[in-house]
T-cell receptor, first 115, second 113 residues
Framework: NAGVTQTPKFQVLKTGQSMTLQCAQD?????MYWYRQDPGMGLRLIYY???????DKGEVPNGYNVSRLNKREFSLRLESAAPSQTSVYFC??????????????FGSGTQLSVL | GENVEQHPSTLSVQEGDSAVIKCTYS??????FPWYKQELGKRPQLIID?????GEKKDQRIAVTLNKTAKHFSLHITETQPEDSAVYFC????????????FGGGTRLMVKP
């Protein structure tokens, strides 16, 4: 049981470049999330997917797109990276049973620098 | 939307002392309040949570209290140990409303041996 796996761990981009962050979970969870973590600002929700086939915007969705490829996989795409997107990105999942829906299981994070 | 404020942003205590971290939330409909611990370079992990029908919950050296009227909740760590050093995040959400957690800004706890 690997839990939540995200790749890559580190990435450096130039302004305007694009990239996709990959995330997969093997816990049969229904819900998946993408957060960004910036100093002093906690974790802010970018997008989430409550179930396969659905996605919704979170608090800071501008500049990002997501795809819920199947129940296991949820990817985050930066179409044209900007320095303001320099951050640590965490994928997370939750569910499916009663009382378990709120507990988030996080991936190990991706440190992204946009120059 | 929900807004969660967390204080202090940094906290330094001597080993064996207690540590208290406080959070306030804005949306009175919020009913689920977890706390996550993030060690340096690691992923956040849930350490304790409380629901709005409970005023206090304990798990060994950690406890969380909730005051719904004042819309604030606190994390209490007793007999702190060096391994408690980490960043702690509080969060709030409206259960069954998309599980959208809103996090506080985090508290860096340093326990000095």
């Amino acid at each position: 049981n690997a839990g939540v796996t995200q790749t890559p761990k580190f990435q450096v981009l130039k302004t305007g470049q694009s990239m996709t962050l990959q995330c997969a979970q093997d816990m049969n969870h229904n819900s998946m999330y993408w957060y960004r973590q910036d100093p002093g600002m906690g974790l802010r929700l970018i997008y989430y997917s409550a179930s396969e086939g659905t996605t919704d915007k979170g608090e800071v969705p501008n500049g990002y797109n997501v795809s819920r490829l199947n129940k296991r996989e949820f990817s985050l795409r930066l179409e044209s990276a900007a320095p303001s997107q320099t951050s640590v990105y965490f994928c997370a999942s939750s569910g499916p049973g009663p009382g378990e829906g709120e507990k988030l299981f996080f991936g190990s994070g991706t440190q992204l620098s946009v120059l | 939307g929900e807004n969660v404020e967390q204080h202090p942003s940094t906290l330094s205590v001597q080993e064996g002392d207690s540590a208290v971290i406080k959070c306030t939330y804005s949306d009175s409909a919020s009913n689920y309040f977890p706390w996550y611990k993030q060690e340096l370079g690691k992923r956040p992990q849930l350490i304790i949570d409380i629901r709005s029908n409970v005023g206090e919950k304990k798990d060994q050296r950690i406890a969380v209290t909730l005051n719904k009227t004042a819309k604030h909740f606190s994390l209490h760590i007793t007999e702190t140990q060096p391994e408690d050093s980490a960043v702690y995040f509080c969060a709030a959400s409206i259960r069954n409303a998309g599980n959208m957690l809103t996090f506080g800004g985090g508290t860096r706890l340093m326990v000095k041996p």
